[in-house]
């Protein structure tokens, strides 16, 4: 058994076109090139493994169903493969061995693909509920250049879940893509969410995890040309026993590409843990990158753990912007004295702040109604800790 | 009617963890409804800690003293309460408060303050047209609290809440800093209308003259190393606009 390499190496899966970038650097298809972790490993030492089922060590059996709607508008197609389309795999390396396992494993894969210049009147909604058992699953999202979508999908029910989406945003294409982790509070999720974001193109990711008893999901975005453009938004709210681990990476392998990462967490509740791990590298040569990174957590009670790690590495002196923020603490009291200093009773300031705390991010995703659903989700689940 | 006092008023400002320093050495002074106090000093000497302590900040400590309200020590309520027994600090420097909307926190505001929550339509009324005084965009209503404003949008949104809330006593922190004159014109204007009625007392923090050409003060008192050092009437401000507060800074140093 190999180690996974840190050598570009060479495949068959179309990475090949793309400038190099440690998504096509790091990781591998096979899930025999990654042995099985032990918990102290870098990427994994935030991770519960005794609470991943299985999915680390080989011994998760695919026996899952998954019930999944979609609702395509016009200039969407949606389509059910098998493992030898060649449009599966083409957007990054799986990471790490449970994403390789669930490469290494899967039998179906969904396929959407925007037309070129399409510009959809309402989102691509994916709803998926996961009804049992274990399931590798792969997704694919093809915007064909100059098209404009809004993508859901919105992942309910329970089970061991495992696999990846990846996405090409083509030149001058924007999509924004909602992952919403609405799971049942004993489900498992590890997914890597690889983007490749073409010259001009925008690719807004939002991330919303609320449930799931472990959820770990890795954003990954490279570009493919100039002007290229990235925003990933994430909001966790994780409560009672709950663990929420966000890993994303921005590899600026290409001048004149634009990043911003923005997390936010709250936590509240016995053992609740957010880990959010931010990777932004500026390449070797390249000028002009703008990219920031900032992570958030609100802690409501004080048997939360965060942990919160910006990694910013740059190998170039031609940088227009780079920088990271992270802040962890409890509710703001110049914040609540400002509100209370206009007659607000302290209970009422509290609400007020925390859901602010929650709107500020919500308040940026573009379907009317998905905001809505998700504030009264945020609502009820704030209910249970007040 | 309403009678405003200060009684021997001590406070520190809370530095870290454990660290304190007195800031306020003994404060006394009475606002009467209808009557305009400006309280000026040079910087550093203590005037808007005066401010944040009556307030409530949580990071002064009152050590000494009495703030009455008709009587009633305001010192002994929360932050929220002094807010609802009519004392409105307009701050130097407002506070962001992301994701709550001005529009909800100016009705949440109002409704604590007024008792009863006020009637949707007629609220939004009056809301615009108090904007419209002020010359507020009608889409400041939906941004969040001071959020991303400039310092001068900050200053107009205090304004406003003081003419939403109409408090007994409003206690306006160097509400002029940094404002043009037009900006300065149209607060000044705001704190005007406010005192119409002769119902509210106003202690007016300002380290210039200028502002009190537009708000025009009954008595004006020069604030020095944590009191008041001396009092008049308006033509003490022209004193100190000549004079400069050169020989306040020797004596309460």
Redesign the interface.
Same mark, same amino acid.
């Given at each position: 058994m190999t180690s996974p390499s840190t050598e570009p190496k060479a495949h068959s899966h179309g990475l090949g076109e793309i400038p190099f970038s440690k998504l096509a650097t790091h990781g591998s298809f096979d899930v025999n090139d990654f042995p099985v972790p032990n918990g102290r490993e870098e990427e994994w030492r935030f991770t519960p493994l005794r609470r991943l089922k299985g999915l680390h060590n080989g011994k998760a059996v695919a026996d899952g169903t998954d019930k999944v709607e979609v609702d395509a508008p016009e200039g969407v197609t949606v389509e059910t493969v098998g493992r030898d389309d060649e449009r599966l795999g083409t957007a990054g390396f799986p990471a790490d061995r449970v994403t390789a396992q669930a490469y290494s494993s899967f039998e179906q894969a969904t396929v959407v693909t925007v037309a070129q210049g399409a510009v959809p009147e309402r989102p691509v909604t994916i709803d998926r509920e996961a009804r049992g058992g274990t399931r590798f699953d792969q997704f694919v999202i093809e915007v064909k250049p100059l098209a404009e979508v809004v993508v859901v999908l919105n992942q309910t029910g329970t089970g061991v879940r495992a696999g990846s989406v990846d996405v090409h945003v083509g030149e001058g294409a924007r999509l924004t893509l909602i992952s919403l982790q609405d799971w049942d509070n004993d489900a498992v999720d590890v997914s890597q969410h690889n983007a490749q974001v073409a010259k001009d193109a925008t690719f807004k990711s939002i991330v919303i995890t609320l449930g799931g008893d472990l959820v770990r999901l890795s954003p990954k975005v490279a570009y493919k040309g100039r002007g290229a453009n990235a925003e990933l938004h994430g909001l966790y709210f994780t409560g009672d026993g709950q663990h929420h681990e966000h890993r994303s990476l921005i590899d600026h392998n290409v001048s004149n590409t634009r990043s911003r990462v923005e997390y936010k967490g709250a936590l509240s509740g016995k053992g609740a843990h957010g880990v959010w791990i931010g990777d932004v590298i500026i390449g070797e040569g390249t000028t002009g990158t703008d990219s920031y990174e900032h992570n958030r957590n609100l802690q409501l009670t004080d048997d939360t753990r965060v942990d919160s790690v910006p990694n910013l590495e740059i190998f170039t002196g031609e940088v227009e912007g780079a920088g990271h923020a992270s802040a962890s603490g409890r509710l703001d009291d110049i914040h609540l004295f400002y509100l209370r200093s206009r007659g607000i009773p302290e209970d009422e300031a509290r609400r007020l702040v925390i859901r602010g705390y929650f709107l500020e991010l919500v308040g940026r995703i573009p379907v009317e109604g998905l905001r809505e659903e998700i504030m009264a989700k945020v609502e009820r689940k704030l209910a249970e800790h007040e | 009617m309403t009678k405003f006092e200060i009684r021997g008023l001590r406070a520190d400002v809370l530095i870290g963890e454990d660290g304190r320093q007195e800031i306020l050495k003994g404060v006394d002074l009475t606002i009467n409804s209808g009557e305009t106090h400006a309280i000026m000093g040079p910087n550093g000497s203590g005037k808007s800690t005066l401010a944040y302590a009556i307030?409530?900040?949580?990071r002064y400590q009152i050590t000494e003293g009495e703030v009455l309200v008709d009587g009633e020590n305001i010192l002994e309520m929360?932050?929220?309460e002094?807010?609802?027994a009519g004392v409105f600090?307009a701050?130097q420097y407002?506070?962001e408060?992301? %994701? =709550?909307s001005m529009s909800?926190?100016l009705r949440?505001?109002v409704t604590?303050?007024r008792g009863e929550a006020p009637k949707l339509r007629q609220f939004s009324k009056e809301l615009q047209g108090a904007m419209k005084n002020l010359a507020i965009d009608s889409a400041f209503a939906a941004r %969040? =609290?001071n959020e991303g404003f400039s310092g001068g949008e900050k200053k107009r949104h205090e304004i406003l809440?003081l003419e939403l809330?109409k408090p007994k006593v409003a206690i306006l922190d160097e509400t002029d800093s940094g404002l043009d004159v037009d900006a300065l014109k149209i607060v000044s204007e705001g704190v005007n209308r406010a005192k119409e009625g002769g119902e509210m007392g106003v202690m007016l923090i300002t380290h210039y003259t200028r502002i009190l050409n537009y708000v025009k003060p009954d008595f004006v008192h020069v604030f020095a190393g944590g009191r008041i050092a001396e009092s008049g009437g308006a033509e003490l401000a022209d004193v100190l606009e000549a004079e400069g507060y050169e020989r306040f800074v020797k004596a309460g140093a």
């Open positions: - | 307030a409530g900040h949580p929360s932050v929220d002094r807010a609802r600090l701050m407002p506070v408060v992301p %994701g =709550v909800n926190f949440s505001s604590a303050v %969040g =609290v809440q809330l």
